[in-house]
């Protein structure tokens, strides 16, 4: 792969006019520009990060966790940008000095595709066609969608939700530019290649799309023709992907001592273990000089410390395996290959987590509410798609936002509908949608 060929701005649905300029700002920013005002970018602030939508205390949802991926994602980048126009003059002056622009819009768009409720969102969806009363649709769709359900993905309904031409779109949905859409899609295949972790890029809607995308980027196909669509990420993947990890592992850190799930001496530990002794021992120095004693100061200090030190490595070990990336023969993440002491520490964060955080009782209480809302949802809107004569099916599908096309004479667009609107609903929506439908709760005439 070369960079030159990487870094397009040819708009998807518009590649007839990619000399034409609108104004001055770069296509980069104007795809930056186009998520941050959009409506889905917005809905993302009433979506379950980890922890339940705030109360007293503000913890993370999806909105704020995607800003602040955005964040890192921007010096990540700039940091590889530097490194590699020094390492390669040719490319300065080239658009391959805007990968900031383009990583931190990817960042932004990265969990657009996220149902409600976190990851039970997307359990409950798997689940309810592999287990659940969706199972019995099998017979009437075809393979590749049935896949597409099986193993329904974020990452995947995020590159659906961005190029999809729902009712009322123009070709090519958002028409964002093929750099910013390949940086996105963090599993470049179809679900057919899913194998056991279940991971996809795009649904079949979206194939023909991926794949005029990774022509024209020069992406590595790694299948056989003929076979289904497989190819190397992007490298721009990687600095998207190494943020988010950064973002979500060490902000669920701070979020849980805020919530007193970890003690202030534990959230000390965890995050002074990313530093050497002495470097320890500057630290808790200048946090003394500069008046720092409030220990939620002192906790968003050495996390600002230790995403920055994250940061600084994931960018040298982009710099350092340019070669492999480029070549598609790079294996893990950037995450996975920084120095020995950085990764101890990140997996102390993780067994942490795991152990602490992601079962601790509110984290499991939204799951559990979450996934019966989803399940019952999902069961009530599908009977309507598959017998939508009936009355009460009529009724629901009144309550379809028109750019779904829940009328369509085709079954596999119908419940292709019923996914797209509930994995749209933020948690709050779908709590209300889900009382009213059941009569838990009436509108006040």
């Not at 034409?20 to 930056?32: L, S, V």
């Not at 939508?53 to 590889?80: K, Q, W, Y």
Request: aromatic share 10%.
């Amino acid at each position: 792969m070369q960079w030159q060929r990487l870094i397009s701005d040819v708009r998807l649905g518009q590649e007839d006019r990619e000399h034409m300029r609108r104004d001055a700002r770069t296509e980069f920013k104007r795809d930056y520009d186009r998520l941050i005002f959009s409506a889905p970018f917005r809905r993302m602030q009433n979506k379950t990060q980890v922890f339940p939508l705030p109360g007293s205390i503000f913890v993370h949802n999806r909105l704020t966790h995607s800003l602040e991926v955005a964040s890192v994602g921007m010096s990540l980048a700039c940091d590889v940008a530097r490194e590699l126009v020094a390492r390669h003059p040719e490319l300065g002056g080239t658009p391959f000095e805007e990968i900031g622009t383009i990583v931190s819009a990817a960042c932004l768009a990265h969990d657009m595709g996220n149902p409600p409720f976190g990851h039970s969102g997307e359990k409950a969806i798997q689940s309810f066609f592999a287990e659940g009363r969706g199972s019995v649709l099998r017979p009437m769709l075809s393979e590749g969608l049935w896949q597409d359900l099986l193993h329904f993905e974020g990452n995947a309904n995020a590159f659906r939700l961005l190029t999809h031409r729902f009712h009322g779109r123009r070709e090519g949905g958002f028409v964002m530019t093929y750099a910013t859409l390949a940086s996105i899609v963090k599993y470049p295949h179809s679900s057919e290649c899913a194998g056991a972790h279940g991971k996809f890029g795009f649904f079949q809607g979206e194939r023909h799309y991926f794949e005029r995308i990774a022509e024209r980027l020069g992406l590595v196909r790694t299948s056989p023709e003929g076979a289904p669509p497989a190819y190397a990420r992007h490298p721009l993947v990687y600095l998207v992907e190494a943020a988010d990890d950064i973002c979500y592992e060490i902000m669920d850190i701070e979020d849980a001592h805020k919530l007193r799930i970890l003690s202030y001496d534990e959230t000390l530990q965890l995050l002074l273990g990313f530093f050497d002794g002495d470097t320890r021992a500057s630290m808790m120095r200048r946090m003394e000089s500069e008046g720092i004693s409030d220990d939620n100061e002192r906790v968003v200090y050495l996390r600002a410390c230790a995403i920055g030190l994250l940061e600084r490595e994931c960018a040298r070990v982009f710099v350092s395996h340019e070669s492999e990336i480029l070549g598609g023969v790079f294996r893990g993440s950037l995450m996975s290959h920084v120095s020995t002491t950085v990764r101890e520490a990140y997996d102390r964060c993780v067994e942490v987590s795991v152990r602490r955080i992601y079962n601790s009782k509110p984290v499991l209480d939204v799951e559990l509410s979450g996934y019966k809302i989803m399940e019952t949802l999902l069961d009530t809107l599908t009977e309507a798609a598959v017998n939508p004569g009936k009355y009460h099916s009529q009724q629901l599908c009144k309550r379809f936002s028109s750019q779904y096309d829940i009328h369509s004479e085709s079954l596999e667009t119908r419940v292709m509908a019923v996914v797209d609107f509930i994995s749209g609903m933020t948690d709050v929506f779908a709590l209300d949608f889900y009382q009213k439908m059941q009569g838990i709760a009436l509108p006040i005439v």
